[in-house]
């Protein structure tokens, strides 16, 4: 079992930056593979950006410049370090973890944390 906490998300003026947090405990050893969602409201869950256990970063063409996803591996901490935000970049923002490579596809990930709501005003 993994259990993923999220925090960070709050409601920031475009052009502005936030930075989320997720907070990963448990068997984090077995589920390497991380990850960033989002969700609109009316909209599908969309892959935000990934990192693979070597490292290897995945981005959405529509954050790509924009943001960073980073980990922590001696506190089991992901980062979303989000930059030049744009109202379309709200959501809610899941973290997720699993020990399938699936990297922006969201059938990998076994775990899933409950959001953060993310609210970009124009």
């Known amino acids: 079992q993994v259990q993923l906490v999220e925090s960070g998300g709050g409601s920031v003026q475009a052009g502005g930056s936030l930075r989320l947090s997720c907070a990963a405990s448990?068997?984090?050893?077995?589920?390497?593979?991380m990850g960033w969602f989002r969700q609109a409201p009316g909209k599908e869950r969309e892959g935000v950006a990934a990192?693979?256990?070597?490292?290897?970063?995945s981005y959405a063409d529509s954050v790509k410049g924009r943001f960073t996803i980073s980990k922590d591996n001696t506190e089991d901490t992901l980062y979303l370090q989000m930059n030049s935000l744009k109202p379309e970049d709200t959501a809610m923002y899941y973290c997720?973890?699993?020990?399938?490579?699936?990297?922006?596809?969201?059938?990998?990930?076994?775990?899933w944390g409950q959001g953060t709501q993310v609210t970009v005003s124009s």
């Open positions: 997720a973890a699993g020990n399938i490579a699936t990297m922006l596809m969201t059938w990998g990930y076994n775990y």
């Open positions: 448990g068997d984090t050893y077995s589920n390497p593979y």
């Open positions: 990192i693979d256990s070597d490292g290897s970063t």
